[in-house]
């Protein structure tokens, strides 16, 4: 594999040794569309099933020691969050991002944060304090936080009050967070509210974030974009200001399809990533950014579906580690547009997997993860566990 100047195969496994990605606890469990859930006789079915698939992801790949839990359907009323912790450590992983749930019980039909009556705001203020105190509980430094707020027709609720509503409350879940932790801020644009959504957009979720604190910061999340959308130049301009806050990585062909990253657009996820390494390389240092999959896989198994989803990531970071930047400048400085896109194209068309398949074998891990899970013959296990647990249909999407 050729290098580029300055870049050695040791410094690229040593930016790879902590480029790590969350994967999410609901991307393991039964999902659907809103139309009815697919069953898979291995899918999990409890959150300590959740984190020992989880696990999995991380045995084969070694870069997703962290998973992302949603409070409601990871902690049901009365489960103790340290005893959970504890679990996921003895299974080999810990618990990362917490993400509150304001958006699936009944008082949220017209808006958590934003609904008009006080009471239910209070009821969401109160659920993402609570979110705070799991999270210094059992150590976890990020509240990602995502609204389905937003209404469905014009004239239906002032978008100004709701802004005002959404300010107040962002100020003061970030005002009784610890210092070490991160408020990340997640936008939409539409999906569940068709009119307007109260985060619609990067500029939105940038304003928020500024008006509720220090450490508070946007979340991209690459299927939440309409159609045509830059998320690269978004990505750029986040960055620049120090605003980006991480990713939800997925991919998307219409809307927020939740498809398998690089699935539909490779080049995409390459270009985005290339802008962090480009800022990484002027810098001189990492960005401190929350690397995280937001997926459920309703026809793919979940784990392999996960595990491939790891291994596009690692591959396209790879491919956007060798671009040869000072070839990159001189043809910005020649005015050389066809020279400086090839320059990128370059990279993004390189092979790296051998090199992955080397890098991983130096860290005691299988070659090719997913095989090596494949013919552990963990999904025909569980499956013959988790099956009988499993009710005869998958009903309507909960
Ligand atoms: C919403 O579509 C979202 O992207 C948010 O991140 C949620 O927390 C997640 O999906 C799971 O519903
Ligand atoms: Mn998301």
Redesign the pocket.
């Known amino acids: 594999m050729r290098l580029p100047a300055g870049m050695t195969e040791d410094k690229l496994a040593a930016r790879f040794d902590r480029f790590q990605i969350e994967t ?1 606890s ?1 991307g393991y469990a039964d999902t659907g569309t809103r139309f009815g859930k697919f069953l898979q006789d291995a899918a999990a079915t409890t959150t300590t099933e959740k984190l020992a698939d989880a696990a999995q992801v991380h045995k084969y790949t070694g870069c997703c020691p962290t998973v992302a839990v ?1 409070v409601l359907w990871d902690f049901p009323d009365g489960s103790d969050p340290k005893t959970l912790a504890a679990e996921a450590e003895k299974l080999g992983v810990r618990i990362g991002a917490i ?1 509150p749930n304001v958006f699936q019980d009944q008082c949220y039909k017209f808006g958590s944060v934003c609904n008009r009556d006080p009471e239910v705001r209070r009821r969401a203020l109160d659920h993402m304090l609570q979110s705070v105190r799991i999270a210094e509980a059992i150590g976890s430094n990020a509240l ?1 936080l ?1 609204f389905a707020d937003g209404t469905n027709y014009p004239g239906q609720d002032s978008i100004r009050d709701r802004k005002k509503r959404m300010t107040a409350a962002l100020r003061e879940v970030h005002d009784a967070m610890p210092p070490e932790m991160m408020m990340l801020v ?1 936008y ?1 644009p539409f ?1 569940p509210a068709f009119y307007h959504t109260d985060i619609a957009d990067w500029g939105m979720a940038y304003v928020f974030a500024k008006y509720a604190g220090p450490r508070a910061r946007v979340l991209v ?1 690459t ?2 974009h309409l159609p045509g959308c830059n998320i690269e130049h978004i990505v750029a301009y986040l960055i620049d200001e120090q605003m980006l806050g991480g990713f ?1 990585f997925n991919d998307r062909k219409y809307a ?1 399809d939740d498809l398998t990253i690089g699935s539909m657009d490779p080049y995409q996820l390459f270009r985005i990533l290339y802008e962090i390494v480009a800022a990484e390389a002027e810098r001189g240092e990492d960005l401190p950014l929350a690397y995280m999959v ?1 997926q459920s896989h309703n026809l793919k198994p979940k784990i392999e579906a996960m595990i491939q989803t790891v291994l596009t990531a690692q591959e396209h970071f790879a491919k956007a580690l060798l671009v040869d930047h000072a070839a990159l400048q001189a043809a910005r400085a020649a005015d050389d547009i066809v020279i400086a896109e090839n320059t990128l194209r370059d990279a993004f068309q390189t092979d790296v997997r051998p090199w992955l398949a080397e890098y991983r074998k130096q860290r005691n891990l299988p070659a090719d993860p997913l095989a090596a899970f494949r013919e552990s013959g963990y999904v025909a296990r569980v499956a013959g566990e988790r099956a009988s647990r499993k009710p005869k249909s998958g009903g309507a999407y909960a």
């Open positions: 999410p609901w949603h993400n990602s995502w997640e939409k999906e999340d299927g939440h939800h927020d937001d």
